[in-house]
RNA sequence: GCCGUGUUAGCUUAGUUGGUGGAGCGGCGGACUGUUAAUCCGCAGGUCGCAGGUUCAAAUCCUGCACACGGCGCCA
């Protein structure tokens, strides 16, 4: 029942000249009533398949003929060089077997029309089925470059000695600020899905100083924006016996070790995509600059910018200031009036706080967020009450910390963000199977 | 929460100063022995988002509502 044979191999010239058994789906078709040409298409690429009613016979002519686009089949022949035919090979059709037939009544209803606009980013009829553009080539696409930026980042980790580990889901208290919390019901109390591993991390980095996550975060933001999900994929590191300038150099390794995997490994889905391979080589092999903040706002304010000392950088801001890098850069020291608690005063200067955030080039903005964390428990119970929040669901978060409190730090980067930049996308939601926003949980 | 745009066949869309809604793709039927988004002929398929209003007459003008999309704030 398995399958042996895949189409990629067959374009590779793997079985030339052998008979063969091919397990697929009909992409496209066309022909007359002597020959008919079926394009198969499996999770490696496409092959035509052409059969002669001469060859065939009546029976297995009719049923290819009458097998609609996505119907699933079985089709055995013998492989063919040949020029004519897209990838150079085709398959001269023995027999073939109809698994799963398309009902007429009920087209594939992923039409080329519905195809042609959806590079400026998706239609609501292609969200709405998404479930079916999901084998379009371009999702195909996407998903695999998804899969190879996931393993680069495990790649990354376990390479240099970190242990992966698990925080729960559910949660009492905030890491972000409080509104962007989803509340969820839990036997007549109400509790949070997570934003982030970052706190649960922090009290196991005593136990393994080096750890690592890959896993959903959720944050319950209205956003409607093309690098915004409810429901995102967050890689998240925690460091021990280390400062801001120690993670950072982490978060420039792990994003140039997925820039470089994605050339070794998905250069022809990029290329496929549209994606120029010479900028994702750029964001690989060259250095990520730091810059403070301070120097951020005197280059804005140069370039007449409305913003004072003390703002944080949103998304226009950081659009102005991205415009002439050609790699990513660090934006380091923000000010401690505009981070949460758990960053670190910067003993130098106390208005400032050890942090940083990485900014993707063309416009792709923020990608991650980190920095060298409040690690004695009398800073971090300052830290609160100066932001007026309440101590309680962090209790065991300061515990921690009259235990032997070590420096440490750590950083969350959005995996989707970076999906969406390296290949290119127009929008989040392109890079991700079912994506999750303020108003679409479905399918 | 705010600003903007839109909603016509399964999909993508045209529709002029208000006068009985057209096309391409997809589907069905037919023709064609090498097609490449095949081509050619024909057929079916429409509560013009919903509810009111103006008018002899509304897809078109007015009001309200719904939904969607784009963007901002916030962030990864």
Redesign the pocket.
């Known amino acids: 029942m398995q399958k042996d044979i895949f189409i990629g191999d067959v374009q590779s010239g793997d079985h030339d000249g052998q008979q063969i058994e091919l397990k697929g789906w009909i992409n496209?078709?066309?022909?007359?009533?002597?020959?008919w040409?079926v394009?198969l298409r499996d999770s490696t690429g496409r092959i035509?398949c052409?059969a002669?009613?001469?060859d065939v016979g009546d029976d297995t002519f009719e049923a290819l003929k009458?097998a609609?686009?996505e119907s699933s089949v079985i089709i055995t022949g013998t492989v063919?060089v040949?020029e004519?035919?897209?990838g150079g090979h085709?398959l001269?059709v023995d027999s073939a077997t109809i698994v799963g037939p398309v009902n007429?009544?009920n087209?594939?209803?992923i039409?080329?029309?519905?195809?042609?606009?959806a590079e400026g980013?998706?239609?609501?009829?292609?969200?709405d089925n998404r479930h079916l553009y999901l084998r379009t080539a371009r999702m195909t696409q996407m998903l695999k470059i998804r899969s190879s930026v996931f393993g680069a980042i495990h790649g990354y980790f376990r390479d240099r000695e970190f242990t992966e580990y698990q925080a729960p889901n559910f949660v009492a208290g905030a890491v972000?600020?409080g509104?962007?919390l989803f509340e969820v019901p839990y036997f007549g109390r109400k509790v949070y899905l997570t934003q982030?591993w970052q706190l649960y991390a922090e009290a196991a980095m005593p136990a393994l100083e080096r750890l690592y996550t890959v896993a959903p975060?959720f944050?319950a933001?209205?956003?409607?924006?093309?690098?915004?999900?409810?429901e995102?994929w967050?890689a998240e590191m925690e460091i021990a016996w280390a400062g801001n300038e120690d993670v950072m150099v982490h978060g420039e390794g792990v994003v140039r070790h997925i820039a470089q995997t994605l050339l070794d490994e998905r250069s022809d889905e990029l290329t496929e995509l549209g994606r120029d391979l010479e900028l994702v080589a750029r964001y690989a092999d060259n250095p990520y600059p730091r810059i403070r903040y301070d120097e951020a706002i005197e280059t804005l304010q140069g370039m007449g910018v409305d913003i004072e000392w003390g703002?944080?950088?949103?998304?226009?801001?950081?659009?102005v200031l991205t415009k002439d890098f050609d790699v990513p850069h660090f934006l380091t020291h923000y000010p401690r009036i505009?981070?949460?608690f758990y960053h670190r005063p910067d003993p130098d200067d106390p208005k400032y706080v050890l942090c940083h955030?990485?900014l993707a080039p063309e416009g792709y903005?923020?990608?991650?967020?980190g920095g060298e964390r409040t690690w004695s428990e009398q800073e971090i119970i300052e830290r609160l009450e100066e932001e007026g929040t309440p101590r309680e669901p962090y209790e065991f978060y300061i515990d921690v910390r009259k235990y032997g409190g070590v420096p440490h730090g750590g950083f969350?980067?959005?995996v989707?963000?970076v999906c969406s930049w390296l290949s290119g996308a127009?929008?989040?939601?392109e890079v991700i199977p079912f994506p999750r926003?303020s108003?679409?949980v479905t399918p």
């Not at 039409?111 to 042609?116: C, D, G, L, V």
């Open positions: 496209r078709t066309r022909g007359s009533n002597k020959i040409f394009v035509q052409v002669k009613r001469e009458g609609l686009i063919n040949d004519r035919s897209e085709e001269v007429p009544e087209p594939f209803p039409t080329e029309s519905a195809m042609a606009n980013g998706e239609t609501e009829f292609l969200l972000e600020g509104s962007t982030s975060s944050r933001e209205k956003s409607r924006t093309r690098r915004h999900l409810t995102f967050h703002q944080d950088l949103d998304y226009s801001k950081e659009k505009a981070k949460p955030d990485l903005g923020e990608i991650i967020g969350g980067l959005g989707d963000r127009d929008h989040i939601r926003d108003r679409r």
